[in-house]
């Protein structure tokens, strides 16, 4: 099956600043890669998600950039704020009729004021 | 909406006790499925479905089973609880073709087994 792998496990970064979480997958046949945002204590919710028919996708402070060749896609938060501290979860679903989504292991994002 | 909603919220078992975890969707997803989230882990799937009267196992399936009877409900089965199944659990949906693909989680039930 599919594999994502997703790093770092843990970011700091100053108020202001970018931050970025990447993740690769394994199987080229993933189609959909959706970033979720969860809160201590609170269900995942999704921020941003993109298809394999595109390259980069933005709205507001966040992008998603995907790379097909090398399988692998990326999350970028610019003009962090305090609120943006919490894990991130990457995911990559399967094109077969099971449409598995697969989840990295996370990214703990501490935004400092 | 209510969207996907899940009982109980926080649940303590004792080794071997079984119990069933509740999970309902109000918007006609045809795919459910279940995961359990543990430290440094992610979300792994335990079982999912595609459509009613349709179940199949995802990454660590053992201990659990499933049944969608009902386009709405999809319950999870602990069948003899141990301590390695304390964990977060979510219930999830989507669209199973078509449309945006995302997945709408559950608010979460905390399982500690002793």
């Known amino acids: 099956g599919e594999n994502v792998e997703q790093h770092p496990s843990t970011l700091s970064v100053q108020e202001g600043d970018s931050a970025v979480i990447k993740c690769t997958y394994s199987d080229s046949a993933s189609n959909y890669f959706p970033w979720y945002k969860q809160e201590l204590g609170k269900r995942p919710q999704l921020i941003i998600d993109i298809r394999s028919n595109v390259g980069e996708k933005k709205d507001q402070r966040i992008a998603v950039t995907l790379n097909k060749t090398a399988k692998h896609f990326s999350l970028h938060i610019t003009e962090t704020q305090p609120e943006d501290s919490a894990v991130y979860f990457c995911?990559?679903?399967?094109?077969?009729?099971?449409?598995?989504?697969?989840f990295g292991t996370g990214t703990s994002l501490t935004v400092i004021p | 909406n209510a969207g996907v909603t899940q009982t109980p919220k926080f649940q303590v078992l004792k080794t071997g006790q079984s119990m069933t975890l509740q999970c309902a969707q109000d918007m006609n997803h045809e795919y459910m499925s279940w995961y359990r989230q543990d430290p440094g882990m992610g979300l792994r799937l335990i079982h999912y479905?595609?459509?009613?009267?349709?179940?199949d196992q995802g990454e660590v399936p053992n201990g659990y089973n499933v049944s969608r009877s009902t386009t709405e409900d999809f319950p999870l089965r602990l069948l003899s609880a141990a301590p390695s199944q304390t964990s977060v659990y979510f219930c999830a949906s989507s669209q199973t073709s078509g449309g945006t693909g995302e997945q709408f989680f559950g608010p979460g039930t905390r399982l500690t087994v002793l």
């Open positions: 479905s595609v459509g009613a009267g349709i179940t």
């Open positions: 995911a990559a679903r399967g094109a077969g009729t099971g449409n598995q989504f697969y």
